[in-house]
């Protein structure tokens, strides 16, 4: 069983379209990061979000952490081919503090 | 810089047979993890290691060993390797001051089959 649940597991765009990724769990995440992973790479940080609320813009990505630290969602407003990629959230609860533990993640193809 | 460094990249073993999977890290970081990645499964946590001679089990520990001998490297073992095995694996470095936490840098990964 996952403890962070990502929705949807796959996502396919035209480019310059919109798009949400969620992250949901019935854990309380003292806190949440994002992560990329491109083909035959590993994961590569995009944002770390502590505060429950919390709203994080990183170029045309919005993140954003749910008040009660339970969930979080990452919106990309006007998509690029560039922006393929997995994208990977990961929680750190109070209990496992220096473990990350990861969703499933959500594949996302920006097509031309 | 080079950040985190996995080798190989690449290994096809027979059942049965052991390797050990090598990580190195050059930023200083304290805190050094091993994950798996399946297919719909994300990544796995299988041993991590706090500091320079001290290991712990993670999510999936079975069946492998690690070892943390010098703070720059992290080891994973397979001392007889099953084709559950076979997986993409990734070492992981970072750095924790006092309670704020920072993002893991991840190696480029290890592609392991078990036939």
């Known amino acids: 069983t996952q403890l962070l649940e990502q929705s949807p597991q796959f996502l396919s765009i035209q480019e310059g379209e919109n798009l949400t990724v969620y992250c949901n769990s019935s854990?309380?995440?003292?806190?949440l990061q994002w992560y990329r992973q491109e083909p035959g790479e590993g994961p590569v940080l995009l944002v770390t979000?502590?505060?429950?609320?919390e709203v994080k813009k990183l170029k045309r990505l919005t993140f954003q952490f749910g008040d009660a630290r339970k969930d979080s969602s990452l919106h990309i407003t006007a998509a690029q081919p560039g922006d393929t990629g997995l994208y990977l959230c990961?929680?750190?609860?109070?209990?496992?503090?220096?473990?990350?533990?990861f969703g499933a993640g959500t594949q996302v193809v920006v097509t031309p | 810089n080079a950040g985190v460094t996995q080798t190989p990249k690449f290994r096809v073993l027979k059942t049965g047979q052991s390797m050990t999977l090598l990580c190195a890290q050059d930023?200083?970081?304290?805190?050094m993890y091993w994950y798996r990645q399946d297919p719909g499964m994300g990544l796995r946590l299988i041993h991590y290691?706090?500091?320079?001679?001290?290991?712990a089990k993670g999510e999936v520990p079975d069946g492998y060993n690690v070892s943390r001998l010098k703070k720059q490297n992290f080891l994973l073992g397979l001392e007889s390797a099953a084709p559950s095995q076979t997986s993409v694996y990734f070492c992981?470095?970072?750095?924790?001051?006092?309670?704020?936490?920072?993002?893991?840098?991840f190696g480029s990964g290890t592609r392991l089959t078990v036939v």
């Open positions: 854990s309380v995440f003292s806190s």
């Open positions: 990961a929680g750190m609860t109070t209990d496992s503090w220096g473990k990350l533990q």
């Open positions: 992981a470095s970072s750095y924790h001051g006092g309670e704020r936490i920072y993002g893991y840098t």
């Open positions: 979000v502590v505060t429950g609320g």
């Open positions: 930023m200083n970081h304290e805190y």
């Open positions: 290691s706090v500091g320079e001679g001290t290991t």
